[in-house]
């Protein structure tokens, strides 16, 4: 039997906000129990591991900070491949700034190796503008996630996607994203967790992200319609995940075996 691996997404698959998806804790408990390797990834830059541990906490699940791996992170481990000890300008909260601190780079505002965009919920028009001017001075221009918004109680936010967009049009450079849908974000996660392709499972709540990264990396992939998409918007994209599930709760009792003995059709 193989041993899977699971990577899943957390905003829309584990949790609401700060509300827990009915099922998530059972499945979390199921894997620690079988000893299964996992990471809960995510977009969004704007918390720390150590953070996300504490909100995931009072949403009541239990995730050690070593099994949270965000675009924050895979956006420092990447530029410390591409310019160890380089510079930055940040636009970004303190998942951002934190991680690349740790990979030893210099957070300024002048002559920086990069730009790097984060999320924030306090976008400046004044930092904006100085990425503008340092990008069009020889900066390059990386962005963590391309998420054109975010969620909240009150409705959708503009998100990294969105203000990328606004310095891109402004500057005519494009950024790197790092994140999800890049596989380059999964691959790093894989590597992180010594674990192949072959036997790892992407489990997400959106088809332009998570599914598309977890084919693009060679993942097995599961779409919940606990989150953004539906199987009426899933069915708009060229590609299609492996399984379609209604919630994460639908995997309890089957992570041995996900896709045996007919337990998960591969239709939908």
């Known amino acids: 039997m193989t041993q899977w691996t699971y990577l899943t997404d957390m905003d829309g698959v584990l949790v609401h906000e700060e509300h827990l998806v009915p099922g998530a804790d059972e499945f979390l408990a199921e894997l620690r129990a079988n000893d ?44 410390d491949s591409q310019r160890p000890n380089g510079s930055a300008f940040v636009i970004g909260e303190a998942g951002l700034t934190t991680a690349l601190h740790e990979a030893g780079y210099v957070l300024t505002d002048r002559d920086p190796d990069y730009v790097v965009l984060g999320e924030t919920r306090t976008y400046s028009f004044t930092a904006i503008t100085r990425a503008i001017r340092l990008i069009e001075g020889g900066a390059k221009f ?13 409705g959708l936010l503009p998100a990294t996607g969105s203000i990328a967009a606004l310095i891109e049009r402004a500057t005519g450079r494009s950024p790197y994203y790092v994140g999800k849908p890049n596989p380059l974000m999964m691959r790093s996660a894989l590597r ?6 072959e036997s790892t499972i992407m489990i997400g709540d959106r088809m ?12 097995q992939t599961i779409l919940v319609l606990t989150g953004i998409s539906t199987k009426e918007s899933a069915e708009r994209y060229p ?27 591969r239709e939908y």
Do not use: C, M
Not at 208 to 219: K, N, P, Q
Not at 241 to 263: E, Y
């Open 142 to 154: 990386i962005a963590t996630n391309p998420d054109a918004t975010g969620p909240s109680l009150e």
């Open 239 to 265: 590609y299609r995940p492996t399984v379609v599930l209604d919630s994460i709760a639908d995997l309890v009792g089957r992570t041995q075996d996900p896709f045996g003995d007919g337990l998960l059709s």
């Open 36 to 79: 299964a390797s996992f990471l809960v990834l995510t977009n969004n830059s704007i918390y720390t591991p150590r953070d996300l541990r504490a909100r995931l906490q009072r949403s009541g699940l239990d995730v050690p900070e070593e099994r949270i791996w965000t675009s924050a992170l895979a956006t420092a481990k990447f530029l």
């Open 192 to 197: 992180s967790l010594g674990a192949h392709s």
């Open 208 to 219: 332009d992200t998570d599914v598309h990264s977890g084919i693009e990396a060679g993942l």
